[in-house]
């Protein structure tokens, strides 16, 4: 047709013709074929964790960044707790992302890239917490000498928990709370750290007994086994615990953060366990010496104030002798008293008379009668009084007289003793002080004899005892 343009004729090919779809499935069997399984070492940035469990990050160095994901059940085995700035060798596999025209990798293994690299963030870690002082001596608290109930943060299964058992129950058996949790592995660090605070905030009398002690325990292992207790969470829960902390991780030659936040570090769970508690026998020893020396020290000071007691009793004057020198002075008191009231009434009669000689006889009478009817009155009172003083002072003097006569050793000759005393005066109290010819004398409750001493009894047979003569003790 005039005026109209013919059409090109189509340009024949032999390339296959694909969609975005096909072509992105293609090259993603690929990529996943040729790398399906990979060692990348990198540095991790961008690191994200949602709330779906998976891990997003990034892996790079000086010259390329590679994109990774880490699914939800890979990332709770990884073993540690992926940071940026970490450097890290993972092991996976190349995939490709078809929605954004980009190549990621799947990890399912991460490690640390060389102890070094370990070493350097630990290190760098210590001394962030250090500059925050969660490692001050003055954060230090003291640990209890016997407390009353132990909580054990450590896995429920192991030889841990039963070394530390084992060592409590030999020295001093003590009630134990074990709070149980993994001690490796991603989510150790954050039961870990629950652990401690859950001890801590129990009630002071609730149902659970509080702990007066924790112990933080694990077994030996490497530097990445033991990461957890590295972590800042495990960290901040042990310097924070209003609880006194013994950590014991590892063997003694293994140290973690934990070590420097808590109380007390052991360098094994058993040390920790003896750490804990004194040994109860040495204990009992201790207190039973402690006691014997008391008694002793006690004796020893009866002993003294006993012998000062003796010291100066000999000083005294006998209470009979005392006594008797009251009584024979009251009685010439008693004596006296009369005369001297009659010697009295006779001065006061011949001053009165001397007084009232220029008195008329009636008034002379009658003021003589009075004076003397007042005297006799006073004279009888004073006499009465004089009396009861009397009995009231027999009667004072009776009790420590019978109390003395009931202490006096006489009393106790009544009842068939007898007291013996040597040539000086001294009683002989015991047979040491006996020799054969000595001469003694004998006081019975009626009197004295004189007594010398023959041989001991137990040189004779009783057959052949003679009959002692009067006078002679055997």
């Keep these: 047709m005039a005026g109209m343009e013919a059409k090109p004729a189509p340009i024949a090919s032999n390339l296959p013709e694909y969609t975005v779809g096909e072509l992105s499935q293609r090259l993603k069997r690929t990529v996943e074929d040729s790398y399906a399984l990979v060692r990348v070492r990198g540095e991790i940035s961008g690191f994200k964790r949602p709330a779906s469990g998976h891990l997003y990050l990034a892996l790079k160095d000086a010259d390329a960044v590679l994109d990774a994901v880490c699914w939800k059940g890979n990332a709770a085995r990884l073993g540690l707790k992926p940071e940026d700035g970490m450097e890290v060798i993972c092991t996976g596999k190349l995939t490709t992302y078809p929605g954004r025209s980009k190549y990621q990798m799947v990890i399912e293994r991460m490690e640390l890239a060389g102890l070094g690299a370990l070493m350097a963030l630990l290190e760098q870690r210590r001394k962030k917490l250090e500059a925050e002082g969660l490692f001050d001596a003055e954060r230090k608290r003291a640990i209890p000498y016997l407390p009353r109930v132990i909580g054990v943060v450590t896995s429920p299964t192991g030889a841990v928990i039963r070394d530390i058992l084992h060592r409590l129950r030999d020295r001093f058996p003590r009630h134990v709370l074990v709070w149980p949790v993994r001690v490796q592995g991603e989510e150790a660090a954050g039961e870990v750290a629950a652990a401690i605070k859950g001890f801590n905030d129990l009630p002071e009398s609730g149902p659970v007994p509080r702990p007066d002690l924790l112990i933080v325990a694990r077994g030996g292992g490497s530097l990445e086994d033991l990461w957890a207790f590295n972590e800042e969470e495990v960290v901040r829960a042990a310097a924070a615990s209003t609880i006194p902390l013994i950590s014991a991780v590892g063997h003694e030659t293994d140290t973690t953060l934990i070590d420097f936040a808590s109380d007390r570090r052991a360098p094994t769970?058993?040390?920790?366990?003896?750490?804990?508690?004194?040994?109860?026998?040495?204990?009992?020893?201790?207190?039973?010496?402690?006691?014997?020396?008391?008694?002793?020290?006690?004796?020893?000071?009866?002993?003294?104030?006993?012998?000062?007691?003796?010291?100066?009793?000999?000083?005294?004057?006998?209470?009979?002798?005392?006594?008797?020198?009251?009584?024979?002075?009251?009685?010439?008191?008693?004596?006296?008293?009369?005369?001297?009231?009659?010697?009295?009434?006779?001065?006061?009669?011949?001053?009165?008379?001397?007084?009232?000689?220029?008195?008329?006889?009636?008034?002379?009478?009658?003021?003589?009668?009075?004076?003397?009817?007042?005297?006799?009155?006073?004279?009888?009172?004073?006499?009465?009084?004089?009396?009861?003083?009397?009995?009231?002072?027999?009667?004072?003097?009776?009790?420590?007289?019978?109390?003395?006569?009931?202490?006096?050793?006489?009393?106790?000759?009544?009842?068939?003793?007898?007291?013996?005393?040597?040539?000086?005066?001294?009683?002989?109290?015991?047979?040491?002080?006996?020799?054969?010819?000595?001469?003694?004398?004998?006081?019975?409750?009626?009197?004295?004899?004189?007594?010398?001493?023959?041989?001991?009894?137990?040189?004779?047979?009783?057959?052949?005892?003679?009959?002692?003569?009067?006078?002679?003790?055997?």
Excluded: C
Excluded at 312 to 336: F, H, K
Excluded at 358 to 383: F, M, S, T, Y
């Design 269 to 474: 769970p058993t040390a920790a366990a003896e750490m804990a508690v004194p040994v109860r026998l040495e204990l009992v020893e201790h207190v039973s010496g402690r006691d014997r020396r008391q008694i002793q020290a006690l004796r020893r000071l009866l002993g003294e104030h006993g012998r000062h007691l003796a010291t100066l009793s000999r000083g005294l004057r006998d209470p009979r002798e005392l006594l008797q020198q009251r009584a024979q002075r009251l009685d010439e008191l008693s004596e006296r008293l009369p005369r001297a009231l009659h010697a009295a009434i006779e001065r006061k009669r011949t001053n009165l008379a001397a007084r009232t000689g220029g008195l008329r006889p009636n008034v002379l009478k009658r003021d003589v009668a009075q004076h003397a009817k007042a005297l006799a009155d006073k004279l009888e009172r004073l006499q009465r009084e004089w009396a009861r003083r009397v009995e009231r002072a027999t009667r004072d003097l009776s009790g420590p007289a019978k109390l003395l006569e009931s202490l006096s050793y006489r009393s106790i000759l009544g009842r068939g003793f007898a007291v013996v005393r040597g040539p000086d005066g001294r009683p002989l109290t015991t047979a040491a002080a006996v020799s054969p010819g000595l001469a003694a004398s004998v006081e019975f409750a009626d009197g004295r004899r004189d007594a010398v001493f023959g041989g001991t009894a137990s040189a004779r047979t009783r057959s052949e005892t003679p009959k002692p003569k009067q006078g002679t003790l055997l």
